[in-house]
């Protein structure tokens, strides 16, 4: 392991595609960097994730701009993390009115948003172009517990907390009409899962209830749009194999009384054959088992990361034993 993060190193600016998914749904992707949702109705537009900076959201509003003068009325916040959030500001000149979120996406940025901001910044500096146009976290105007339904004109856009899974307050938005799924990410697809804040026993539980919904098209937190049932199952199939190999591992490795390091190596064996070559798994997985061991040891709510913490976890695991 290098003595840096894996993603410092990561500088290749990745392609950008916005891709149609049915009528109304959108889908911003770019190799494995963060995705972000977008759904144009009759009169007005919504956006699930915003982006991480404003700069970097400009890019998106041009894209959109192309297609519709509408207003962007809505912002949906999949989950609370920096990446998915910062952008916001840039769309208050489009019309934005509500800044959506789940109740417990409020307690987190609440409780952990700017340890969060500057610690996902320094690991990934990369996703963060222009990092000083972000004016400071992002607050959402209207949280919901369960659910909320939005009326876009005809178009209903359900919006839900189905469970955790990579965070405690994670949210999806469902377009019932159409079978368009944003699902954050609660789903992947050839990306690592993130799980340094996740609830690694909830997670299988919560894409059950995914698959329940039907969809036939799904935009995952990163990786490819999922445009056929075959492929949304594949997506679900492959983020419940990344999170219960994981947290099985954790486990074992705690069963075991394994030190990290030893736990890392376990983990490995097991992962690197089936996620070694998916965008982002050397940044993730430290993160990663060191929330699952955690995790499994009865630490129920995540430890929060810090700029600090994370070089801590980064250097001790590359100590000499």
């Known amino acids: 392991m290098n003595k840096q993060f894996a993603s410092v190193a990561d500088l290749e600016e990745k392609k950008t595609t916005f891709v149609q998914l049915s009528e109304h749904c959108w889908g911003y992707t770019a190799e494995g960097d963060p995705n972000t949702g977008v759904i ?37 916040l999949s989950h609370y993390h920096a990446v998915r959030v910062l952008g916001a500001s840039a769309y208050r000149a489009e019309g934005l009115q509500e800044i959506i979120a789940s109740q417990g996406t409020y307690e987190l940025i609440v409780e952990r948003g700017a340890e969060d901001m500057q610690s996902e910044y320094e690991r990934f500096p990369r996703l963060f172009q222009d990092f000083g146009s972000i004016p400071g976290l992002t607050w959402p ?37 159409e079978k368009v799924l944003f699902s954050g990410d609660l789903v992947e697809c050839d990306a690592a899962c993130y799980t340094g804040d996740a609830q690694l026993e909830d997670w299988p539980t919560t894409l059950a209830a995914l698959r329940q919904l039907g969809a ?20 679900l199939e492959y983020t419940a194999d990344f999170v219960t190999t994981l ?3 954790a486990r074992q ?23 070694a070559q998916v965008f982002i798994y050397e940044h993730c997985l430290p993160f990663d088992v060191v929330r699952a061991i955690d995790e499994a ?17 980064w250097h001790g695991l590359q100590a000499t034993d």
């Open 247 to 249: 947290f099985a591992c």
């Open 216 to 235: 036939e098209k799904l935009l995952p937190g990163r990786g490819p749009a999922l445009s056929c049932p075959a492929e949304v199952a594949r997506g």
């Open 253 to 275: 490795a705690v069963a075991a009384g394994m030190n990290l390091k030893q736990a890392m190596a376990h983990t490995r064996r097991a992962m690197d054959p089936k996620f």
């Open 297 to 313: 040891s009865g630490i129920r709510h995540p430890r929060i990361w810090t700029a600090a913490r994370d070089r801590e976890m």
């Open 40 to 76: 144009i109705g009759d009169d007005n537009v919504l956006i699930v994730d915003t982006l991480a900076t404003p700069v970097m959201a400009a890019r998106l509003i041009a894209e959109i701009r192309r297609l519709t003068d509408k207003p962007i009325k809505y912002v949906v």
């Open 141 to 177: 105007t209207l949280v919901f517990r369960e659910a909320m339904t939005l009326w876009m004109s005809g178009l209903e856009v359900q919006v839900m907390h189905p469970g955790a899974g990579h965070t405690r307050g994670d949210t999806v938005v469902w377009v019932p009409s």
